[in-house]
């Protein structure tokens, strides 16, 4: 059974970092594109960043870039998502996504077939 299971998540202040894991079981991490989404309350998903399988190719938000990077452990069967300088407006739900035979990664949310069930990130003061 393929599973993904997201941990890594809390509350943390402004300007503060925190580094999400997006766990595989089931099938091979190295074979699947991963995409990293967020849902804040009575906003659309939103594609924060996503990484190739090679992990030769990344691709992130503008609302992102600069702060948040993507990384993968293959070895660990692990993708993570480093978030430096959080702002309030990053408070979400974060969830990882796989896709298997993509060419490159999207942040398109309707690319992918397996989902976490996702891990609160509260920004709060």
């Known amino acids: 059974q393929l599973q993904l299971v997201e941990s890594g998540g809390g509350l943390v202040q402004p300007g503060g970092s925190l580094r999400l894991s997006c766990a595989a079981s089931?099938?091979?991490?190295?074979?699947?594109?991963i995409g990293w989404f967020r849902q804040a309350p009575g906003k659309e998903r939103e594609g924060v960043s996503c990484?190739?399988?090679?992990?030769?190719?990344?691709n992130y938000a503008d609302s992102v870039k600069g702060r948040f990077a993507i990384s993968r452990d293959n070895a660990k069967n692990t993708v993570y998502l480093q978030m430096n300088s959080l702002k309030p407006e990053d408070t979400a739900v974060y969830y990882c996504a796989a896709v298997r035979k993509l060419y490159g990664c999207s942040r398109r949310y309707d690319t992918y077939d397996y989902w976490g069930q996702g891990t609160q990130v509260t920004v709060s003061s």
């Open positions: 089931g099938f091979t991490l190295n074979l699947v594109a």
């Open positions: 990484i190739s399988s090679s992990g030769g190719s990344t």
